[in-house]
């Protein structure tokens, strides 16, 4: 079976473009998350959508927008780009949302680099 | 808030074990989950631990207690291929915050 998949691999972009990341989850599960991850550091939560609802977002500016479509794929897009933004963007995917036992597998990240 | 505290950097020898320490501060609790991300590459799920104890898969074991807030990651017979960041991280309803990572790096 196919593991989350993310698209592009790597992505270059000078300040004030914008950008679309894309995420397919494993099949049969309905949630998806993203997370920022800058070099050195751990994972920082952006967002969680399950049934195409948005669940949760993390500590991010309104530049930040997300959204998952009937298939359960999901879009992570990024306006007005700083060179802060310059990270890994890891999408994970789950069963459900939440639940206990829902592990989240990670897909193998975008690189963003902003110039 | 979330404070999710473990070692920065720990270095060990092929065939030993390394114990990897994880302590949290957290505003809610569903479950601690460990990882492993090498260089370059996404995290990978090693261990779950939602009651307090030891849950053992192969090389790896993980032990938790929500009572001291702690948790730690042990890794027997160290192979190469070990060598990588491990990510602690507390699942808080459908939120996932990690640590910054321990940098285990393996010598021959």
């Known amino acids: 079976d196919a593991g989350v998949t993310q ?5 270059i972009k000078t300040r004030g473009q914008h950008v679309t990341l894309r995420c397919s989850p494993i099949s049969g599960h309905k949630s998806v998350s993203w997370y920022q991850q800058v070099l050195g550091q751990g994972p920082q939560f952006i967002f969680q959508y399950y049934e195409k609802e948005e669940r949760g977002r993390g500590n991010f500016p309104d530049r930040f927008s997300a959204r998952q479509f009937p298939n359960y794929s999901s879009e992570l897009n990024v ?3 700083l060179l802060g933004d ?3 963007y890891l999408c ?3 069963l459900t949302a939440g639940g206990v036992t829902d592990t989240q597998y990670f897909g193998p990240g975008t690189r963003l680099t902003v110039l | 808030g979330q404070n999710i505290d473990q070692p920065t950097e720990m270095t060990a020898t092929e065939g030993a074990i390394v114990q990897i320490n994880c302590t949290y501060q957290t505003s809610g609790f569903n479950g601690l989950f460990w990882y492993q991300q090498h260089a370059g590459e996404a995290p990978t799920f090693l261990s779950y631990n939602v009651l307090d104890g030891l849950e053992e898969k192969g090389r790896f074991s ?3 207690s ?3 807030g702690y948790s730690y990651l042990l890794l027997k017979e160290l192979q190469m291929k070990d060598s990588a960041s491990y990510l602690c991280a507390v699942l808080n309803d459908y939120k996932l915050s990690f640590g910054a990572g321990t940098t285990v790096t393996v010598r021959a």
Do not use: E, M, Q
């Open chain 1, 7 to 11: 698209s592009p691999t790597h992505l």
């Open chain 1, 92 to 94: 994970a995917s789950s």
């Open chain 1, 79 to 81: 306006n007005a780009l």
């Open chain 1, 86 to 88: 310059s990270a890994l």
């Open chain 2, 62 to 64: 993980s032990f938790l």
């Open chain 2, 66 to 68: 929500r009572s001291k």
